[in-house]
Protein backbone atom coordinates (compact mmCIF):
# COMPACT_ATOMS: atom_id res chain seq x y z
CA UNK A 1 0.00 0.00 0.00
CA UNK A 2 1.39 3.32 -0.92
CA UNK A 3 2.05 5.76 1.85
CA UNK A 4 0.09 8.67 2.35
CA UNK A 5 2.96 11.23 2.30
CA UNK A 6 4.37 9.63 -1.07
CA UNK A 7 0.17 10.32 -2.48
CA UNK A 8 0.67 13.82 -0.82
CA UNK A 9 3.49 14.66 -2.49
CA UNK A 10 2.47 13.33 -5.98
CA UNK A 11 -0.99 14.97 -6.01
CA UNK A 12 1.48 18.48 -4.91
CA UNK A 13 3.55 17.88 -7.92
CA UNK A 14 0.86 17.63 -10.25
CA UNK A 15 -1.27 20.47 -8.97
CA UNK A 16 1.76 22.66 -8.94
CA UNK A 17 2.39 21.40 -12.69
CA UNK A 18 -0.67 23.02 -13.81
CA UNK A 19 -0.27 26.16 -11.79
CA UNK A 20 3.22 26.85 -12.62
CA UNK A 21 2.37 26.21 -16.44
CA UNK A 22 -0.34 28.38 -16.46
CA UNK A 23 1.09 31.12 -14.52
CA UNK A 24 4.64 30.79 -14.11
CA UNK A 25 6.78 31.15 -11.02
CA UNK A 26 6.09 34.41 -9.99
CA UNK A 27 2.43 34.30 -10.49
CA UNK A 28 1.56 31.04 -8.89
CA UNK A 29 0.07 30.89 -5.97
CA UNK A 30 0.52 27.89 -3.16
CA UNK A 31 -2.72 28.24 -1.90
CA UNK A 32 -4.40 27.33 -5.23
CA UNK A 33 -1.62 24.35 -5.27
CA UNK A 34 -2.63 23.57 -2.28
CA UNK A 35 -6.38 23.13 -2.91
CA UNK A 36 -6.25 21.43 -6.11
CA UNK A 37 -3.60 18.76 -4.45
CA UNK A 38 -6.58 18.48 -1.48
CA UNK A 39 -3.80 19.80 0.90
CA UNK A 40 -2.79 22.19 2.61
CA UNK A 41 0.38 24.45 2.09
CA UNK A 42 2.19 23.22 5.19
CA UNK A 43 3.09 20.37 3.20
CA UNK A 44 4.34 22.18 0.48
CA UNK A 45 6.38 24.05 2.77
CA UNK A 46 7.46 20.66 4.57
CA UNK A 47 8.43 18.74 1.29
CA UNK A 48 9.75 21.90 -0.89
CA UNK A 49 10.81 24.35 1.64
CA UNK A 50 9.21 26.90 -0.93
CA UNK A 51 7.71 28.00 -4.00
CA UNK A 52 10.89 27.58 -5.62
CA UNK A 53 11.84 24.63 -4.52
CA UNK A 54 8.54 23.39 -5.33
CA UNK A 55 8.98 24.62 -9.11
CA UNK A 56 12.56 23.14 -9.12
CA UNK A 57 10.91 19.54 -8.02
CA UNK A 58 8.10 20.05 -10.72
CA UNK A 59 10.96 20.74 -13.19
CA UNK A 60 13.08 17.98 -12.26
CA UNK A 61 10.01 15.50 -12.34
CA UNK A 62 9.55 16.17 -16.00
CA UNK A 63 13.72 16.48 -17.19
CA UNK A 64 13.67 12.77 -15.22
CA UNK A 65 11.16 11.17 -17.23
CA UNK A 66 12.40 13.13 -20.36
CA UNK A 67 15.84 11.59 -19.52
CA UNK A 68 14.70 8.26 -18.79
CA UNK A 69 12.75 8.40 -21.86
CA UNK A 70 14.29 6.20 -25.03
CA UNK A 71 13.45 8.68 -27.71
CA UNK A 72 16.68 10.00 -28.97
CA UNK A 73 18.94 7.91 -31.99
CA UNK A 74 21.70 9.93 -33.60
CA UNK A 75 21.32 7.70 -36.52
CA UNK A 76 18.24 8.91 -37.14
CA UNK A 77 17.50 12.15 -36.25
CA UNK A 78 14.88 13.17 -37.74
CA UNK A 79 12.89 10.41 -35.90
CA UNK A 80 14.09 11.44 -32.54
CA UNK A 81 12.34 15.12 -33.78
CA UNK A 82 9.70 13.62 -34.07
CA UNK A 83 9.19 11.46 -30.70
CA UNK A 84 10.25 15.02 -29.06
CA UNK A 85 7.22 16.48 -30.95
CA UNK A 86 4.90 14.09 -29.75
CA UNK A 87 5.68 14.50 -26.11
CA UNK A 88 5.23 18.17 -26.52
CA UNK A 89 2.01 17.48 -28.21
CA UNK A 90 0.93 14.74 -25.24
CA UNK A 91 2.00 16.82 -22.81
CA UNK A 92 1.38 20.25 -23.63
CA UNK A 93 2.72 21.91 -20.50
CA UNK A 94 6.37 21.12 -21.37
CA UNK A 95 6.43 23.44 -23.37
CA UNK A 96 5.46 26.37 -21.00
CA UNK A 97 7.48 25.12 -18.05
CA UNK A 98 10.28 24.96 -20.42
CA UNK A 99 9.46 28.73 -20.94
CA UNK A 100 8.81 29.77 -17.49
CA UNK A 101 12.31 28.26 -16.36
CA UNK A 102 14.00 29.83 -18.88
CA UNK A 103 12.58 33.48 -17.69
CA UNK A 104 12.39 32.55 -14.03
CA UNK A 105 14.93 29.96 -13.29
CA UNK A 106 17.68 29.81 -15.63
CA UNK A 107 21.31 30.07 -13.55
CA UNK A 108 19.17 29.25 -10.21
CA UNK A 109 21.03 26.54 -7.83
CA UNK A 110 18.51 23.90 -9.00
CA UNK A 111 20.59 21.09 -10.25
CA UNK A 112 20.02 19.71 -13.36
CA UNK A 113 23.74 17.70 -13.35
CA UNK A 114 21.09 14.57 -15.43
CA UNK A 115 20.28 16.68 -17.63
CA UNK A 116 23.36 18.30 -18.65
CA UNK A 117 25.09 14.90 -18.65
CA UNK A 118 22.08 13.68 -21.35
CA UNK A 119 22.70 16.45 -23.48
CA UNK A 120 26.59 15.66 -23.25
CA UNK A 121 25.90 12.09 -23.93
CA UNK A 122 23.53 13.17 -27.21
CA UNK A 123 26.33 15.80 -28.03
CA UNK A 124 28.95 12.60 -28.31
CA UNK A 125 26.48 10.75 -30.53
CA UNK A 126 25.34 13.12 -32.92
CA UNK A 127 29.47 13.71 -33.50
CA UNK A 128 29.94 9.85 -33.64
CA UNK A 129 27.33 9.77 -36.24
CA UNK A 130 28.71 13.21 -37.98
CA UNK A 131 32.63 10.99 -38.26
CA UNK A 132 30.58 7.86 -39.68
CA UNK A 133 28.98 10.07 -42.54
CA UNK A 134 25.58 9.59 -41.50
CA UNK A 135 24.35 13.12 -40.14
CA UNK A 136 25.51 16.68 -41.70
CA UNK A 137 28.68 17.94 -40.61
CA UNK A 138 27.75 21.69 -42.22
CA UNK A 139 26.93 22.48 -38.07
CA UNK A 140 28.43 21.35 -34.88
CA UNK A 141 26.94 18.53 -32.91
CA UNK A 142 25.90 21.22 -30.03
CA UNK A 143 24.00 23.36 -32.67
CA UNK A 144 22.16 20.37 -34.40
CA UNK A 145 20.95 19.17 -30.85
CA UNK A 146 19.42 22.57 -30.46
CA UNK A 147 18.28 22.74 -34.03
CA UNK A 148 16.25 19.59 -33.19
CA UNK A 149 15.07 20.80 -30.41
CA UNK A 150 13.77 23.73 -31.55
CA UNK A 151 12.31 22.66 -34.64
CA UNK A 152 10.61 19.62 -32.90
CA UNK A 153 9.20 22.22 -30.10
CA UNK A 154 8.12 25.07 -32.46
CA UNK A 155 4.54 24.91 -32.04
CA UNK A 156 4.82 24.96 -28.48
CA UNK A 157 6.58 28.54 -28.68
CA UNK A 158 4.51 29.90 -31.44
CA UNK A 159 2.91 33.85 -30.25
CA UNK A 160 -0.83 33.14 -29.74
CA UNK A 161 -1.22 35.37 -33.22
CA UNK A 162 0.09 32.23 -34.54
CA UNK A 163 -2.86 30.01 -33.48
CA UNK A 164 -4.39 29.82 -36.80
CA UNK A 165 -1.54 27.93 -38.13
CA UNK A 166 -1.31 25.41 -35.60
CA UNK A 167 -5.14 24.49 -36.83
CA UNK A 168 -4.89 24.75 -39.77
CA UNK A 169 -2.41 21.43 -39.93
CA UNK A 170 -3.32 17.84 -38.40
CA UNK A 171 -0.96 16.98 -35.54
CA UNK A 172 0.23 14.54 -37.70
CA UNK A 173 1.03 16.68 -40.44
CA UNK A 174 3.07 18.83 -38.17
CA UNK A 175 4.83 15.87 -36.87
CA UNK A 176 5.70 15.06 -40.64
CA UNK A 177 6.63 18.73 -40.97
CA UNK A 178 9.09 18.44 -38.16
CA UNK A 179 10.70 14.98 -39.24
CA UNK A 180 11.11 16.25 -42.83
CA UNK A 181 12.25 19.56 -41.83
CA UNK A 182 15.23 17.87 -39.56
CA UNK A 183 15.40 15.74 -42.25
CA UNK A 184 16.77 18.42 -44.70
CA UNK A 185 18.79 19.83 -41.65
CA UNK A 186 20.73 16.80 -40.65
CA UNK A 187 21.42 15.25 -44.28
CA UNK A 188 24.92 14.25 -45.19
Known amino acids: MER ?3 ATRRRLIAAATAEFARYGIAGARVDRIAEAARS ?3 QIYHYFQSKDGLFDAVFEAHVDEAVRSAYFD ?3 LPETAGRIFDDFEAHPELGRLTTWY ?3 RAGAEASMHELVAANEAKIAAIRDAQTAGAVTAAYPADVLLGLIIVVASAWTSLPPEFASL ?3 HTPAQRRQFVVEAVRRIVAP
Open 74 to 76: ATD
Open 102 to 104: RLE
Open 166 to 168: ENA
Open 4 to 6: DAE
Open 40 to 42: NKA
